[in-house]
């Protein structure tokens, strides 16, 4: 049985207002950061003149992925800047010249007709990855000898104030189709299916407006599950099939539907990801919407140009969402590309973890049946590791259901490797 449960709609919060772009920081911080990689080969030296999407540093990994500029300027300096996990990172200052000049590559008027090769090397070059959360280098998954039988277009958007999944659904459907289409062409996949909450009216609509045209690629409307955005999960929900690890065990691949979007200009234009569609939303906010945002872009800047906080109110601020999420110390933070979402919330009641009270809630609700709060009271490694904190896929399920407010998806982290 799938577990899991409904959790606040706040989605409408953010799709009231037409989408802003906000592109005038004075300064980009990029961070030298991908994955769970922090070791790169600078690329470029203070005082160089860069351009858009221009590589400016290569990490030093098994994925040897590239990070590049998301404006043209000056090459200030490099320094040590918090990251989205409140861990200082190293990274590159460039002074915007709000001048955008890059390197024009040229569109291609048919993205079905290159090879699977060469798929995979543009989108490498292009640096894709999961836009989702995990910043996982895309072209990994498409880079080996398995067969893909099935392509699994993730849209369901769990988090309750995330919207940027749901409008570049709705406003860039035709790209996204023709993207799986040439996907499915070029890797010789024989079926796809977009999983999409109920929710999204407006995406289902669209989708069903031009599907027609692509007799392989199914639409199918998820019940509003929280946890169902988990891959294993949606397969399992999906197709009735059990995955023990990874989805491509059993001839499945999944992308998020922003991911296949920078497929698109990846193969279409051969555009790096410099910039991505940001939900700001929550009830500290003045004015919740989504807006473009270069990367490497403060975070207390495009709060300031929509308006700000709210007066009166004590915001937090959480990266990708309340439940998966994770508050950040610093809004000065940049915007990466894992970031769908900010929630800025009014913790107006300073609310404070309570003693457990033993109710088992957290236990009955976690979707890979694991129990935190044993893990969390356990001090022997031993037992530690008998109770397999690692399964746990940071969901928060277990914070979200608790009574006394107890971070127990934290402490659950926490006891990984002990």
């Known amino acids: 049985m799938l577990r899991g449960t409904k959790i606040e709609n706040n989605k409408n919060i953010s799709v009231k207002t037409k989408i802003k772009k906000y592109d005038k920081p004075d300064y980009v911080y990029i961070p030298l950061k991908t994955y769970k990689n922090n070791k790169f080969d600078v690329l470029v030296k203070e005082g160089d003149y860069v351009l858009k999407g221009q590589e400016i540093a290569r990490s030093k990994d098994k994925y040897d992925f590239p990070i590049h500029s998301s404006v043209s300027g000056i090459v200030k300096e490099i320094i040590n800047k918090n990251y989205i996990d409140n861990k200082k990172v190293k990274s590159i200052v460039i002074e915007n010249d709000f001048l955008d000049k890059e390197e024009k590559i040229g569109s291609k008027k048919k993205i079905n007709t290159y090879t699977k090769e060469q798929v995979i090397e543009i989108i490498k070059n292009c640096g894709v990855v999961g836009m989702s959360g995990d910043n996982f280098p895309t072209y990994y998954k498409y880079n080996h000898d398995l067969k893909i039988n099935k392509l699994v277009i993730n849209a369901v958007e769990s988090e309750s ?15 996204i189709l023709e993207t799986i289409d040439a996907l499915m062409e070029i ?6 299916v977009i999983a999409i909450k109920d929710f999204n009216k407006r995406g289902i609509e669209n989708l069903q407006e031009y599907v027609g045209s692509y007799p392989n690629i199914s639409i199918r409307v998820v019940k509003d599950n929280y946890t169902l955005g988990w891959e294993k999960y949606l397969i399992e929900y999906l197709f009735n099939i ?17 991911t296949i979007y920078s497929i698109y200009k990846a193969l279409k234009y051969r555009k ?11 009830n500290a906010l003045k004015n919740p919407q989504n807006i473009i945002v270069k990367i490497g872009t403060p975070i207390n800047e495009i709060i300031d140009s929509i308006g700000g906080y709210k007066k009166n109110t004590n915001p937090i601020i959480i990266v990708n969402g309340p439940i998966m999420g994770n508050m950040i110390v610093d809004d000065t933070t940049v915007i990466t590309k894992e970031v769908a979402g900010i929630a800025v919330l009014d913790n107006k009641d300073n609310i404070e973890e309570m003693d457990c009270i ?12 694991i129990s935190p709060v044993l893990i969390m009271d356990e001090k022997n490694n031993k037992n530690i590791k008998r109770l397999h904190p690692e399964k746990c896929i940071n969901c928060g399920l277990c914070s979200y259901i608790c009574p006394s407010k107890i971070d127990l998806r934290k402490k659950v982290l926490d006891k990984v490797g002990k």
């Open 242 to 258: 059990k995955v023990k690890k990874y989805p491509m065990e059993k001839s499945i691949l999944v992308n998020n539907v922003s």
């Open 358 to 369: 033993n109710c088992g809630k957290c236990i009955n609700i976690c979707p890979v049946q």
């Open 272 to 282: 790096p990801i410099t910039q991505r569609l940001v939900t700001f939303s929550g």
């Open 187 to 192: 890797f010789n996949i024989k079926e796809c």
């Open 161 to 175: 104030y995330l919207t940027s999944d749901f409008v570049t659904l709705s406003i860039r459907t035709s790209e």
